[in-house]
């Protein structure tokens, strides 16, 4: 199984878990779980989103700062922990990470023309997971099929200015959580959205629709946008 698909059943597995669980504390089932009340909180799942992005290396920068986030404001709700000896003790251990960065940067930092952010697939198959870190995908497949797309707090632009598509079309399936994603298509490809949409918007902006039905190049983009934005642009 390849690691983004990973990533997404662990992070979806995350939200599914915690969502159950905070309906349960406002419904009073939980009273009967022995369960601690941090574990209930919004800054476990900065802790949690913290620790899988820096396990993926491709956002550990992304990720030390959730991880930080998360513990610092815990310590302080959760464990009475005094917010002048929080700073106190923040200090040193921000000290101590910027000379580990400035000692080991290539654990923190990709080299120039490698940055995960813009990345080049030729691949007939796209599969793309943004967490609090977009990023642009060129995709120059001669025949590009299919692709899973998830974004939470993120955003994601997908550019197919070289691509080709797949002789029966090509499906994008979309899931988008509090993000927002850019599509850009040549001109004579034709675009079907069969997208749910909750408090969310899909446009399309392109200056010049085809005006010929060809099934070869028709691009299909389904899923779900949640407080989220799909914009389809020219290439």
Known sequence: MKTSNIARIIIGLLFLALGVLLLMKLTGVVVYLPLPDFLLSWQMILIVLGIILIASRENSTTGLVLLFIGAFFMARSHFGVDFRMLIRTA???LLVLGGVVLLFPRLFFKKKGRSPEKRIDQAEDLDVVNVFAGGTR???SEAFRQGEVTCVFAGADLNFKNAGLDQNG????LSSLFSGCNVFVPEDWEVKTEVTTIFAE????RLKQ???T????????????????????TA
Not at 170 to 173: D, E, L, N
Not at 202 to 205: A, F, H, L, N, T
Not at 214 to 233: A, E, N, Q, T
């Open 138 to 140: 060129l995709i120059e």
């Open 170 to 173: 090509a499906v994008i399936q």
């Open 202 to 205: 899909v446009s399309d902006k």
């Open 210 to 212: 085809p005006d010929h």
């Open 214 to 233: 060809d099934h070869k190049k028709v691009l299909y983009i389904r899923g779900v946008l949640l407080f989220s934005g799909l914009d389809i642009k």
């Open 91 to 93: 200090i040193p251990l």
